[in-house]
């Protein structure tokens, strides 16, 4: 069996969800290549898409929240105009390399990536998308795979009335690195961070390190509650060196760049984070409460209404910052032991491994 991953660089959590997918299928010493489908069409267009993404999300959020909106209402915009003949236009030119390569099934992790095999109509094989957020992007009203992986089967209603008949549904969870479903003590991580062992609060807020976290941090120093604070600030340097020089009494221990997230997670009694699919998915898999700042208007809007109104988070807001949410967590138990059940109950630590079981299944039945 051969498998295709194909995704689009723009945000980091497409791109993670195509690597954990990759290393679990390679793994099992399953054929598999990833491909950054824009990137392969036109590098010019790639770079730009990338750059635009991350200026309308950072410094355009609130159009880049209107177009979603606008989507969500199908109603028909110019960028959904653009979109479809775009996808018709690559569908051609990817076309030849899928007839070079023979792969036998083609995982999206992006909706783009989806609308252009959609326009494939002489492939053959299996094709699936990987939706990774906690919610249906309107985008994919426009696909037509053989199979959908959703974060959760509390998604199924949803993708339906999006036009995705709900036998095509897997609620397999989204893929994440298989470091993310192994668990350590908290004991045992803050060990091999060189940290206290006490009551540890997890800031971060994506790998731009979007968002003010300084002021988030600065506000819940106030709170008069022993706990320590775990910040990454990801590659925003102005934020790492805002927070470096606040001065407290308290243990702030704050990082940029890191590729220990996990053992941080497995350190942490809650998590203050913005709610990008991969990050929340990371989150529930280690059973971190969680509180949440900074959504990205769209879906990441979505995301937050999925967590709150599954009780699995709190929101900060400007009525309820963070030094309230964290007290209203940490000192009562209630409330965190019972986020911590409905997290057990929604994480997919798995997500990865049982996609890889479905695939495995797949090629055993096509070849019998």
Not at 125 to 144: N, R, S, V
Not at 168 to 177: F, S, T, Y
Not at 342 to 366: C, H, Q, S, T
Request: charged share 25%; with cysteine.
């Amino acid at each position: 069996m051969k498998v295709l991953i194909l995704s689009v660089t723009a945000g980091q959590g497409h791109h993670q969800t195509a690597m954990a997918i990759s290393d679990e299928l390679a793994r099992r010493g399953i054929q598999c290549s990833t491909l950054d489908i824009l990137k392969y069409i036109d590098p010019i267009i790639c770079d730009l898409v990338s750059k635009g993404y991350l200026i309308s999300t950072k410094h355009l959020p609130i159009a880049y929240g209107g177009f979603y909106s606008l989507a969500e209402r199908k109603e028909k915009t110019s960028e959904k105009t653009m979109s479809r003949l775009t996808s018709k236009i690559m569908g051609k030119k990817i076309s030849g390399y899928i007839a070079q390569n023979k792969p036998d099934v083609i995982i999206c992790t992006h909706v783009f990536a989806a609308q252009v095999i959609s326009e494939i109509k002489d492939f053959q094989g299996l094709t699936i998308g990987i939706i990774t957020d906690f919610t249906i992007h309107p985008y994919w009203e426009e696909t037509d795979l053989n199979y959908y992986v959703t974060a959760s089967e509390l998604l199924t209603l949803q993708a339906e009335k999006k036009g995705i008949d709900p036998k095509k549904v897997l609620p397999l969870g989204i893929p994440i690195h298989e470091k993310f479903s192994r668990k350590i003590s908290k004991s045992e991580a803050r060990k091999k961070l060189g940290i206290k062992d006490k009551t540890t609060v997890l800031v971060m807020s994506g790998s731009m390190g979007y968002g003010n976290l300084a002021r988030h941090i600065r506000v819940m120093d106030k709170l008069d509650l022993d706990f320590q604070i775990l910040c990454v600030c990801g590659r925003n340097r102005k934020a790492k060196k805002s927070i470096d020089k606040i001065k407290t009494n308290r243990d702030i221990y704050n990082f940029g760049y890191v590729d220990n997230v996990d053992i941080m997670m497995d350190a942490a009694d809650l998590i203050v984070t913005k709610p990008g699919g991969l990050t929340v998915s990371e989150a529930l898999a280690k059973r971190l409460p969680m509180i949440l700042i900074n959504p990205i208007p769209g879906q990441e809007e979505r995301n937050t209404e999925f967590l709150l109104n599954n009780g699995i988070a709190m929101k900060m807001s400007k009525t309820c910052p963070a030094d309230v949410c964290l007290y209203q967590i940490l000192v009562n138990n209630w409330r965190y032991n019972l986020s911590n059940s409905i997290v057990e109950y929604v994480g997919k630590p798995y997500a990865a491994r049982d996609l890889g079981d479905f695939l495995v299944e797949y090629d055993k039945n096509k070849t019998t």
